[in-house]
């Protein structure tokens, strides 16, 4: 499957602070709850993950790939491009775990929803001993830049704007540009 989209959301390690802003405001942002400080009712399931290594802090999230692997192993097509963007269709996945797999950045994760769909809670392979207690549909949730907003919840709310949308097209045109510029000059 090749996708048309050559954005996706990139951090600075050097700027991250790790404060998590972004996975609340991603959560905030594709849910209808709005958490609060002290809510301990509601779970935060972000589209994102700041994880933190030895020597580093960084959000992790999908780099919707040109030749989106999770696409091509979703047996049942419920990751496709929609609008340069890859998206899941939530409803029509059926929790196979294949995605969370083939996924080069780990940047899938599954959800659970209760049988009756009044619960939704969070559940990766990492997480997968607390899921299997609960009877429940997993489906596959990813970024998905913020497909039905105007701008990317994450980069907004980023205070240190570690966060910034790469353009692909863009970048390797400006670089262009300023090679050329940089031969003119010589």
Do not use: W
Not at 75 to 93: L, R, S, T, W
């Amino acid at each position: 499957m090749k996708n048309k989209s050559t954005q996706f959301v990139v951090a600075d390690p050097k700027k991250c602070i790790g404060c998590k802003i972004c996975e609340i405001a991603c959560f905030a942002a594709h849910s209808n709850v709005n958490p609060t400080v002290g809510n301990l009712q509601t779970q935060i399931i972000p589209r994102l993950h700041v994880i933190k290594g030895a020597n580093f802090v960084a959000p992790v999230q999908c780099r919707h790939c040109e030749d989106a692997p999770c696409a091509n192993v979703c047996v049942i097509g419920a990751i496709k491009e929609v609008n340069g963007v890859i998206v899941v269709d939530e409803k029509a996945c059926i929790g196979c775990k294949a995605c969370v797999i083939a996924c080069p950045f780990g940047a899938i994760d599954l959800i659970s929803q209760s049988v009756d769909g009044t619960e939704v809670l969070q559940a990766s392979l990492r997480k997968a001993s607390d899921a299997a207690q609960t009877k429940a549909n997993f489906t596959a949730y990813k970024c998905d830049l913020c497909i039905e907003r105007s701008s990317q919840a994450c980069i907004d709310a980023c205070p240190e704007d570690a966060l910034r949308l790469y353009n692909f097209e863009q970048e390797t045109q400006e670089r262009a540009m300023q090679a050329a510029l940089a031969l003119h000059t010589l």
